[in-house]
Nanobody, 120 residues
Framework: VQLQASGGGLVQAGGSLRLSCAGS????????VGWFRQAPGKEREFVAA????????YYTDSVKGRFTISRDNAKDMVYLQMNSLKPEDTAVYYC??????????????WGQGTLVTVSS
């Protein structure tokens, strides 16, 4: 599975961005997808995940109520809608795919990152 993340940029605190993850290669709809982020000097951390069907979603506590993960299997796309952004959300965001949705970094396939910068 090949993954391509996009949609990052510079936004003011309180603003919104939508990240996209395009999948290709093996049947993307068979895979769970997770979003992760890595801030400068910090370890990569789990943000959100969605099962292959979209029937279940998972979020880290710090983004609950602000971020929404969704997918469109007809288009081989997964999205991360980010609202009420905070400066502490600044990071490089990565999408990853695996047969199982988990809240760990143990995903088999990773895309390149997209930078999100939230100014105060």
């Amino acid at each position: 599975v090949q993954l391509q993340a996009s949609g990052g940029g510079l936004v003011q605190a309180g603003g919104s961005l939508r990240l996209s993850c395009a999948g290709s290669g093996r049947t993307f709809s068979n895979y769970a997808v997770g979003w992760f982020r890595q801030a400068p000097g910090k370890e990569r951390e789990f943000v959100a995940a969605i099962t292959w069907s979209g029937g279940s979603t998972y979020y880290t506590d710090s983004v609950k109520g602000r971020f929404t993960i969704s997918r469109d299997n007809a288009k081989d796309m997964v999205y991360l809608q980010m609202n009420s952004l905070k400066p502490e959300d600044t990071a490089v965001y990565y999408c990853a795919a695996d047969l199982q949705a988990t809240m760990t970094i143990l995903y088999d396939y990773w895309g390149q990152g997209t930078l999100v910068t939230v100014s105060s």
